[in-house]
């Protein structure tokens, strides 16, 4: 039994159909997708998680027509639950889960490879399954490998404490002295470095922190 991971770009072409609802909006990311179902004919229902400002995420979401319907979790930690007109490009590339004996190891984390919006996936089946599935994978969409491997491990634990985007900021912010003492910079300044809000910026870093700690037994 394999696990292979993988990174999936695309340049022109849309994915996910939030792409287009937060393409204007440089202080809202997707971040993860947790479970996405198959609800009748072209619809999905997502369990994902949004970074950035989450009021502006409501507004963008409640305006959108392919948003059929969502709601935020009262924790206000970005888990988002979604109802969404699905895209052609998103329909292919489910169909390559679908179609061949593989499992899809969640969640699936958004990023980006050279200016090209991305998705970090880990699929879990045998050799042959898994080839015959990468070689299905549509035109429009390039693959990269980072790794194949034998699997071990609990398939349930989730080994990526931090989503892509999150390490970037974390990584920024420790590369530009913010957690020196004193202090060497400030989050008005990480924002200008990764171009965003200091709003966003100070919400980010918060639930960075939150994370770590979080993850660590006392």
């Not at 009262?74 to 489910?94: C, F, N, P, Q, T």
């Not at 679908?98 to 899809?104: M, Y």
């Not at 969409?141 to 194949?148: A, C, M, T, V």
């Not at 420790?174 to 919400?203: F, H, N, V």
């Amino acid at each position: 039994m394999r696990s292979v991971r993988l990174v999936l770009t695309w340049g022109d072409v849309q994915l996910h159909p939030l792409e287009a609802v937060f393409a204007t909006e440089p202080d809202v990311d997707i971040e993860k997708i947790y479970y996405v179902n198959p609800v009748g004919e072209n619809e999905y229902a997502e369990l994902g998680l949004i970074g950035g400002d989450l009021n502006r995420a409501e507004e963008l979401l409640e305006a959108s027509q392919v948003v059929k319907e969502f709601e935020v979790s009262d924790s206000k930690d970005g888990i988002v639950y979604l109802h969404y007109a699905g895209s052609e490009y998103m329909d292919a590339l489910l169909a390559v889960l679908f179609n061949h004996a593989i499992v899809l190891r969640w969640p699936v984390e958004f990023t980006r490879v050279n200016g090209q919006n991305g998705i970090r996936l880990t699929f879990i089946g045998s050799s042959r399954s898994i080839q015959e599935a990468i070689e299905d994978v549509p035109s429009g969409i390039d693959l990269h490998l980072e790794q194949s491997t034998q699997f071990r491990g609990d398939p349930h634990s989730d080994t990526s404490l931090l989503t892509p985007q999150q390490w970037h900021i974390l990584s920024t912010a420790i590369g530009m002295g913010y957690y020196e003492t004193p202090r060497e910079t400030t989050q008005k300044d990480i924002a200008t470095r990764l171009d965003k809000s200091e709003g966003t910026i100070a919400e980010r870093l918060q639930r960075i922190e939150a994370r770590i700690l979080k993850s660590i037994n006392f």
